[in-house]
């Protein structure tokens, strides 16, 4: 047994062909298992790894001979491919335009995203480095704005039920047992979220996912670390905005998919297989508005220690 996952509990298997290995080292110095040495010249599997091999397929991936193979923990030797040309590797400042142009998109043409660009943006995300390979992370995708709709619906009905925890006498109670800072988050943001999302979508109007088109649900497990569906969905806004499209990280709705009255049945209808520490939808779709500048950002602190 190596890490459990989700997907799986086991250790890969690592072959290491004896003819073709050059003694090179490289998967000795790749291995953050220390799953390799080098005896009389040639790799052999080390005694003492430290997990048992995850699958992250680096010795395979860095063998100039193809002297290894790696089967097992979702992955084989056909996952390796060939890189393309170094020429169109995107430069740093390619890369900074466009995260300097992107801003969070809430208004979006009446214009269907197409199943092929929903592809390209999930391939893309499943690039996205994992805490602990096979990745844990679990996709929905709202693919029409029709879906997308009933979605945020459905999520306001089951909101309204659950209404009482943003209540004043759920709040005066909780100034008995939490900081003042957690009531007034209460008080200041959740107590006026239910109240905009719920009375807004009574009205029509959908503030909770924007009526955009396509509505990408990035979730975990309860093995995986929690950052792994923050940031595939960070790869997949990035693979968005190469590709044209707006977006916007919608954090609001996660931590209401994992208790309360009706979660179950909503996570049942939208084959949301697991509760998860963390989670974030995406909203993508072409953009209405065009922004004429950037909005310079900062973080809160940068120490340099
Ligand atoms: C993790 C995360 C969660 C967010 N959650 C929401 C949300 O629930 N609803 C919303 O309208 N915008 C949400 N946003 C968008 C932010 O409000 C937006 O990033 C902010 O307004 C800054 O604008 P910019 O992205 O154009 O720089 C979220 C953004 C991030 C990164």
């Not at 107590?191 to 975990?220: C, E, H, N, Q, W």
């Not at 297989?273 to 939808?281: D, H, I, M, N, P």
Request: contains cysteine; hydrophobic residues 40%.
């Amino acid at each position: 047994m190596s890490i459990p996952t989700s997907r799986t509990e086991e250790m890969a298997t690592v072959t290491i062909d004896q003819i073709k290995c050059n003694g090179c080292g490289k998967c000795v110095t790749v291995c953050s298992d220390y799953g390799f040495k080098i005896i009389n010249g040639k790799a052999v599997r080390s005694e003492e790894p430290l997990f048992g091999c995850l699958a992250c397929g680096h010795c395979m991936a860095v063998c100039p001979e193809n002297a290894i193979d790696v089967t097992g923990r979702c992955l084989t030797p056909d996952d390796l491919f060939p890189f393309t040309e170094p020429s169109v590797k995107p430069d740093y400042n390619s890369l900074l335009q466009l995260f300097q142009a992107r801003r969070s998109m809430r208004k979006f043409k009446d214009q269907p995203v197409s199943r092929e660009i929903i592809d390209l943006i999930l391939a893309a995300a499943q690039t996205a480095p994992m805490g602990v390979p096979p990745s844990d992370v679990n996709v929905v995708v709202l693919q029409g704005k029709e879906k997308v709709r009933q979605f945020s619906s459905d999520f306001c009905s089951m909101l309204d039920k659950n209404r009482w925890l943003v209540s004043r006498w759920i709040t005066a109670l909780m100034t008995l047992f939490y900081d003042r800072k957690t009531v007034r988050f209460f008080k200041k943001f959740m107590r006026p979220l239910f109240d905009i999302y719920i009375g807004s979508m009574k009205k029509g109007i959908d503030l909770v996912t924007y009526d955009a088109p396509v509505a990408f649900y990035f979730y975990g497990s309860p093995y995986c670390d929690p950052a792994d569906p923050i940031v595939a969905a960070t790869y997949a806004m990035t693979a968005a905005e190469s590709l044209g499209l707006g977006s916007c990280m919608l954090g609001a709705i996660h931590p209401f998919l994992q208790s309360g009255f009706g979660v179950k049945e909503f996570r049942s209808k939208y084959n949301i297989r697991f509760k998860s520490r963390e989670g974030l939808v995406l909203i993508v779709g072409y953009p209405k508005v065009k922004y004429a500048r950037g909005v310079r950002r900062s973080f809160a602190n940068i120490d340099f220690i």
